[in-house]
């Protein structure tokens, strides 16, 4: 279902938020309690009570640590939530027993398994990773528990530049370190990278997460063998087809890597292959890139992981009124349509609102994956554990949901109690209630490697 088709465009109708304490038991607390809690507001997140309430937005962690027994995630936390601060004791209402567990890593991937640069701590990685999720990511939302990627309309929006350029000041030692610890071939791949994308404050602050989260030398190779890093400077050196700016989709691409959420369908009936465009940027970003850089070329085709070959669709080269996609979603979901449909022709058009069925979605990841995807049908118990066990194992699940009078496909990064996390392609991290997401559930599509874990 296209965003624009929704009544605020973006906004999920799922009123599901958790009920905040009684008023009559928050009017009854006293000025101390007050003072060591903090009852959460629409739009916050930790780093923002943190600043707030402790004069440090890095102390965010602090705030998780005590209150895991409430959090799940630490990019989702809900309206109405009493959190501990620092120095506080559990308060006595509104208590949930839990036992204690791992958290999910949060949407940008998982704590660094890569050599660290001397004095450099994996906490140094987190806060820096944190601040930038921060500079882009806002609570929005009726109930408050959606949070909108802030550049939603572009992904090289000016609205945070000052900000970027702060952080990216501030951090600026911890960054050479991690540059200074790249081969010399890749220190000379990412100076590369950091001229061609000169023009974008945003591109820039990217590029410096993937390298400090360790993503562009650690994450998974693509069919070429390529990471992330070679994939990306392949990129930046390539041909494109006129009148394709290089540059401005380079950067598209490092900021829909450094953030997945980023990537939206806007107007267009793209769910299905937008959710997957998502779920390869965020499990293979090396193979994303690489996919993206052979639709630009000027012969306009990639072979896939099974063999097939993707070809660009006609005229996605050139930017079109109207349409708000980035470069590299402009070209991915029009070409994955017409890919995945086979059996009759895609428009590239807000008009044809036709969408994939489960098993053109399974088609299109058994291309990408070169591994079988296996489609779900129903809500049965057996598909939620499906869904829970291969999310438990870092697998996200495109999943098709019943959505007002239609259909719609998001993607499904975990399930932590009670709480469905997932990713809407309309650009916004969210998370439903388990028992709405059962009732609505209608398919999922889990690749062979996520189904035999399951």
């Not at 308060?91 to 890569?114: E, R």
């Not at 699940?397 to 809407?424: E, F, M």
Request: proline share 7%; aromatic share 6%.
């Amino acid at each position: 279902m296209p965003a624009d088709d929704t009544p605020a465009g973006r906004f999920l109708d799922v009123a599901d938020a958790p009920d905040a304490p009684p008023a009559d038991v928050l009017g009854a607390v006293d000025q101390d309690f007050n003072a060591q809690h903090h009852t959460v507001k629409p739009g916050e997140c930790l780093w923002a009570i943190a600043e707030r309430e402790l004069g440090d937005g890095k102390r965010w962690r602090e705030i998780y640590d005590l209150n895991r027994d409430l959090i799940k995630h630490p990019d989702l936390i809900h309206p109405g939530q009493v959190l501990r601060l620092p120095g506080a004791e559990p308060p006595h209402h509104h208590h949930h027993h839990q036992p204690h567990q791992k958290p999910p890593p949060p949407a940008g991937g998982d704590s660094p398994t890569y050599p660290l640069p001397p004095g450099v701590s994996q906490r140094d990685v987190e806060d820096f990773a944190q601040a930038a999720d921060h500079l882009w990511i806002q609570g929005q939302g009726r109930e408050g528990f959606q949070q909108d990627v802030a550049n939603y309309a572009d992904v090289n929006s000016s609205f945070h530049n000052q900000g970027a350029w702060k952080l990216i000041h501030k951090d600026a030692s911890l960054v050479s370190k991690f540059r200074h610890q790249l081969t010399p071939e890749d220190r000379q791949r990412y100076d590369h990278l950091l001229a061609a994308t000169h023009h974008d404050v945003q591109a820039r602050l990217a590029l410096e997460t993937l390298l400090v989260t360790g993503k562009l030398t650690n994450s998974p190779k693509n069919v070429d063998g390529q990471d992330l890093l070679s994939a990306l400077d392949q990129v930046a050196t390539q041909p494109v087809e006129p009148p394709i700016n290089r540059n401005q989709m380079l950067s598209d691409m490092i900021q829909e890597i450094a953030q997945p959420a980023a990537i939206a369908q806007h107007a267009y009936g793209t769910c299905t292959v937008t959710s997957v465009e998502v779920k390869t940027a965020l499990e293979n970003p090396a193979e994303y890139a690489r996919i993206i850089g052979g639709l630009a070329s000027p012969e306009g085709k990639v072979k896939l992981a099974n063999g097939q070959v993707l070809h660009r669709y006609p005229g996605t080269q050139h930017p079109e009124a109207g349409d708000r996609r980035s470069i590299s979603a402009r070209l991915w979901q029009p070409a994955m349509m017409d890919f995945g449909r086979r059996l009759h022709d895609y428009r590239n058009s807000p008009g044809d609102l036709g969408g994939l069925d489960g098993y053109g979605v399974d088609r299109v990841l058994d291309a990408i994956n070169g591994a079988n995807a296996h489609l779900h049908l129903g809500n049965s118990e057996a598909t939620l554990d499906a869904i829970r066990k291969a999310t438990e194992h870092g697998a996200s699940v495109p999943c098709g949901v019943q959505w007002g009078a239609g259909g719609h496909k998001i993607l499904v990064t975990g399930i932590h109690g009670d709480r469905v996390s997932y990713i809407n392609p309309w650009g916004i991290l969210c998370s439903m209630s388990l028992d709405h997401f059962r009732r609505n559930l209608t398919s999922a599509n889990i690749t062979d490697l996520a189904h035999d874990l399951a």
